[in-house]
Structures are given as structure tokens and as C-alpha cells.
């Protein structure tokens, strides 16, 4: 480990904001629009965004995917061939499901009561940042985008533990020193592997300094759980 200043030290702190990126390529899941499905694509869903860090917003994509994949069930067909696509716009996430009808448009309905007409739609309105509708043809991709509290796509969600981890791995050499370019930056994968390295080598210290291994694992997993639940 390279020697530091407390200078420098405060310095990358202040930097703040991800140094290693996350990588959220965009990906895409062709479907028959069935009830049946619905269940799967949630799951699907919920799995890929906890791979890109985005636990807050999984409930609210759930909703998303679940009404416009209904949408088509409704006014298009059951079984109908359709696709979903995920990927980044920015801080946010966008949420695209594509179906054969140009014809049949989702449409915001405001309804009360008992009135079922246009709630899926409402309840996506309802939680996204904006929506739309792309006419191809005779074809249409229904969209929409949540906010994720990112400022880019390879960026995560701030946090003192999360800044306290970045800047040790950058201090320690395994990541971009302090004023270089972004090109240089490690891997989301090449960072985890460093940063798995490293809680090795804590364990390593607390064994050498008597302390119970297994003790500390699970003192810090019950740390993490209190930690993670109360910023969920």
C-alpha cells in the first residue's frame, strides 16, 4: 500500500462520485404477453437491477413492467410476441416494451371509483419520471423512465460507506489516483476482485491481532444488514 497524506487522504473523499463505474449494459428479453409471465418478468427484473446496485428503484420497475406488459395483454392479445428492454438514459432507467400493434395506444385515463380503464397506465405515471410511446410503423414501443438518483449511467448511489470503500481501494493503488482521467479506472469486475482481496487481507490483520474471525464476519454482516435496510 502506498504512503498517504492525510491531505491526501481528505482529498480523494471530497472527490466523491463512483471511481470504478458499474457497468449496466443494455439488455432485452423477447416473450409471449401472457398472465403467466408476469411473475418470470418481475423476477427477472428484480434480479438484474440488484447486479446494477439499483435496489431502490426495483419495486417501482416491477410496477412498470407488470402494467405495460398487462397493457398488451389487454388491448393487443394474449400471447402476443413482445419484448422487453432495460437499459441507462442518463441517471435513469428506461424501461421499454414492444409489441406488433401500432394501432391500439396506451392511454392515460384518470379513473375513480370503480372504473378499471387506464389505472395500468396511471400507476406507471404514477411512478416514473416521464413516459412515451414510439410509433414504428405497425409496431410501437411503449417506454418509460424512472429516476434513479444517479448522475450517469456508470455511476451508483452515494453513501459515506460507499465513498469511505472508494477511496481506500484508490488509495491503496487499485484504482484511478487522484486527478486522473476517468479511462483509467478499473473494471466494476477488476474493483470487485481488488475489493474482495482486501477483506482478505482485513481478515488476515484481525487474526494476527487475536481476533475471532468468524466473531467479526458476523458482526459486520449484522452491521451491513441495519446499515442497508435503513437507506432502502
Not at 98 to 117: F, I, K, M, N
Not at 164 to 193: I, Y
Amino acid at each position: 500500500m502506498h504512503s498517504v497524506t492525510v491531505e491526501t487522504w481528505e482529498e480523494v473523499i471530497r472527490m466523491g462520485g463512483c471511481r470504478f463505474g458499474v457497468e449496466r449494459k443494455r439488455w432485452e428479453l423477447p416473450f409471449l404477453a401472457q398472465a403467466e409471465e408476469l411473475a418470470g418478468l418481475r423476477r427477472v427484473m428484480r434480479l438484474h437491477l440488484e447486479l446494477w446496485g439499483l435496489h431502490r428503484v426495483v419495486h417501482p420497475a416491477q410496477i412498470c413492467v407488470t402494467e405495460l406488459v398487462g397493457n398488451v395483454i389487454k388491448h393487443v392479445g394474449a400471447g402476443t410476441p413482445t419484448c422487453l428492454t432495460v437499459g441507462m438514459k442518463g441517471g435513469h432507467l428506461r424501461i421499454e416494451v414492444s409489441d406488433p400493434d401500432g394501432q391500439a395506444l396506451p392511454t392515460l385515463v384518470r379513473a375513480s371509483g370503480l372504473e378499471e380503464g387506464g389505472r395500468g397506465v396511471a400507476l406507471v405515471d404514477g411512478v416514473a419520471a416521464r413516459w412515451g410511446v414510439i410509433l414504428r410503423g405497425d409496431s410501437k414501443i411503449t417506454w418509460c423512465e424512472l429516476a434513479t438518483g444517479l448522475d450517469t449511467a456508470d455511476g451508483h448511489v452515494d453513501g459515506a460507506q460507499v465513498a469511505k470503500a472508494e477511496a481506500l481501494l484508490g488509495l491503496c493503488g487499485l484504482g484511478a489516483r487522484v486527478g486522473s482521467s476517468r479511462h483509467n479506472l478499473l473494471s466494476v469486475t477488476e474493483a470487485a476482485e481488488a475489493a474482495t482481496g482486501l477483506i482478505a487481507d482485513l481478515l488476515h490483520w484481525l487474526r494476527a491481532h487475536g481476533f475471532d474471525i468468524d466473531e467479526a464476519l458476523d458482526r459486520a454482516q449484522l452491521q451491513f444488514e441495519a446499515e442497508a435496510e435503513g437507506v432502502a
